[in-house]
C-alpha cells in the first residue's frame, strides 16, 4: 500500500514540501512507494514553490482510512492533523514542533524532533549523503521551505543549521537567497483572493492560556498595508471565527518582514487586556505596533497572558 | 544546572547503561554539563554491568524538581517517569518503544525514537564518529545494553543495526559475545534476593485490553526452575499486586532465553482465559508454555486478547 505523506491542515510552504521531499526519498533512495498530499489548499507561498520547482499540486485529502500507511511531517498535533490519523498506521513523524501530545503508535516507529526552525532542514539531515542523488526540484523545495520557515534568516527561530543548509543548496542551485526570497515573500503578501475569514483561518493555532481559548493567526507579508486595509472587515468577521472555531477571541498578527515588526489587531476590550498584559505595551486604538515580533514560536506563544 | 539523564523506572539495562552513554556524550563531546541518575534500584543484570566496566552505581532519584533540565532515554510514557516530568525542562528524547502520549513539552526539543531493539543502539548511532572518543567503560556499557535487549540477538525485536554494532563494539573490545551474554544472563537469572512482589514488578508494564488493566510482567532468565519453583507464592503474592496496583490481574511470563520459550503462569480463570484467547493454546493446570515467545513487545502486548 502506497505511504501517504502529509504535513498539517492549511498547508503552509514546509507542510508542501517537506512531503514532496520525504516521498521522493522513501521512493528514490528507500525503495518504498510513497506519495506527498496536502491537507487542504497550499497557501500562496506555497504555490509559489510548486510553480517554480515544477511540481503538480498533491493531491488533496480530507481523512485517511483504517490501517493505512502514512508518514507526517511538519507537526505532530493530532488537531492539525486527519480525524482518523490514530487508526492510521503511522510510520513516521519528522517535525520540529513541541511535543503536545495524543498521537499513539501501536508499535516503535521513526520519530525525529529536533529544535530547528523548519522540518526541511531536517530532512536534509537525514537524508545525509543521498542528497546527491536529489534532484533540482527537491533541492528548490528544501530551500524555499527554509527561507519561508526562517522568513529568510530573519526570525529568531533560525539556527546555524538551517541557515548553512539553505546556503549550501542555494549555491549548488546557483540561486540568490535574498532575491529569491523576495518573489516568495511577494507570493506569500498576495492574499487579494482570500476572504477576511480565510485570512483569520491561513496560519493559526488554537491556544488556551489561563482558561481563555485563542486562536493566534499570523500573517507574514512585505505588503502589510494590502491586510491593515481591510481590518474593519477583519475585526467584524474575527466575531463570527471565534464563534465557529469555538474560541473567545481571534488574535491577528500581521508580521511585517521587512521592517521586523508585528501589528496585531485590537478589536476590543478584552484583547486589549491580552496585548497590554503580554507585551508590555500601552494599546491607544485598534491596532498596537509590536517591534522585533516575528515568531509565534518564539516570541508570541511563550508571552501570551490572559489579560 | 545539571542536565539529570534517566531511563524507565524499575531500571534494567538498557535503563542503567543508556543514561551513562548519554551523559558521558553531552558532558565530553558537547561539553554541557550532565549526570546519569537512576529512577529505582538497578536489576541484578544492570549492576552486573555497572560493576563490569568499572561505574559507580548512579545516585536514585524520587521526584524532579520544577524547571529542572532532564534528558530522557529508554521511554517515553509518564507513567514510567517521575510524578513531576512535565513540570520539568526536559531538553530530550531518545527512545525505542511506541509513542503513549503525555508528555508535554514548552518548546521544540529533540527528539529521537527508532524502532531498533535497544535504546544505546539510537546512542550508538547519534554519537556517530564522536565514538571514537569513548572510553572502554561506555563502550561496554553499549555492548551490555544491546545484547540485554536482543537477548543475544535471540529476540524477535532485533535488527540488522542492533547486531551490527553490537559485533563491532564486541570486536573493538576483544569481548567474545556468547560468553559474555552467558555471563549476563547468569546474573539477571541470580533473582534469590528478591521477594515475590519484587519479582513481579521487576520488568512489568501496565496494560489495558478490553478494559482489562493487566500488568504484563516478564523475567527472561536462564534458569526459569528458581523462578518456577516458587510458582505457588508467586500465584499468592499476585492478589496483592494486583490489589496494591490497581490492576485485574498480573500476568508473569517467565521466559527461557536459551530454549526460547515463555511458561505463563495461570493462577485463575480469567488468566485461562485471556492465555486461550491470545495465544492459540489450550491451558490445563497452572502453567502453559509458549513456544518462540521471547517479546512483550512484538509476541506479547500485540495479541492480548480479554478473553
Known amino acids: 500500500m502506497t505511504i501517504q505523506v502529509f504535513g498539517h491542515k492549511s498547508p503552509d ?39 517554480r520547482w515544477g511540481f503538480d499540486k498533491p493531491e488533496i485529502i480530507g481523512d485517511v482510512d483504517e490501517g493505512a500507511p502514512v508518514a507526517i511531517v511538519d507537526t505532530n498535533n493530532p488537531a492539525e492533523l486527519p480525524a482518523s490519523i490514530n487508526k492510521a498506521d ?82 549548488e542551485l546557483g540561486v540568490d537567497v535574498e532575491g529569491y526570497a523576495e518573489e516568495m515573500f511577494a507570493a506569500k503578501s498576495d492574499v487579494s483572493a482570500f476572504s477576511d475569514a480565510e485570512l483569520l483561518r491561513m496560519d493559526s493555532k488554537e491556544y488556551e492560556v489561563d482558561g481563555t481559548k485563542l486562536r493566534v493567526s499570523v500573517l507574514e507579508t512585505t505588503a502589510p498595508d494590502q491586510i491593515l486595509s481591510r481590518k474593519d472587515d477583519l475585526k467584524s468577521s474575527m466575531v463570527d471565527v471565534a464563534k465557529e472555531d469555538g474560541a473567545d477571541e481571534v488574535l491577528l498578527f500581521v508580521i511585517d518582514i521587512l521592517k521586523e515588526e508585528a501589528t496585531l489587531l485590537v478589536p476590543n476590550d478584552r484583547v486589549k487586556g491580552i496585548a497590554e498584559a503580554s507585551f508590555d505595551t500601552q494599546v491607544s486604538g485598534d491596532t498596537v505596533v509590536l517591534p522585533g515580533v516575528m515568531s509565534r514560536k518564539k516570541q508570541i506563544m511563550p508571552v501570551l497572558k490572559a489579560g
Chains 1, 2 share one sequence.
Open 90 to 171: 503511522i510510520r513516521s513523524i519528522i517535525d520540529h514542533h513541541k511535543l503536545v501530545g495524543g498521537i499513539e503508535t501501536k508499535g516503535p516507529i521513526q520519530i525525529r524532533v529536533e529544535p530547528l526552525a523548519c522540518t526541511a532542514t531536517i530532512l536534509y539531515k537525514m537524508i545525509g549523503k543521498d542528497m546527491a542523488r536529489a534532484p533540482k526540484s527537491i533541492k528548490g523545495a528544501m530551500l524555499t521551505c527554509i527561507l519561508s520557515d526562517t522568513l529568510a534568516f530573519r526570525s529568531p527561530t533560525t539556527t546555524q543549521e538551517d541557515k548553512a543548509i539553505a546556503h549550501a543548496l542555494a549555491e
Open 13 to 51: 510552504t514546509d507542510s508542501t514540501g517537506s512531503p514532496l521531499i520525504w516521498a521522493w526519498y522513501l521512493n528514490e533512495v528507500r525503495g518504498e512507494d510513497a506519495r506527498a498530499v496536502l491537507l487542504g489548499e497550499p497557501n500562496t507561498e506555497a504555490a509559489f514553490m510548486l510553480d
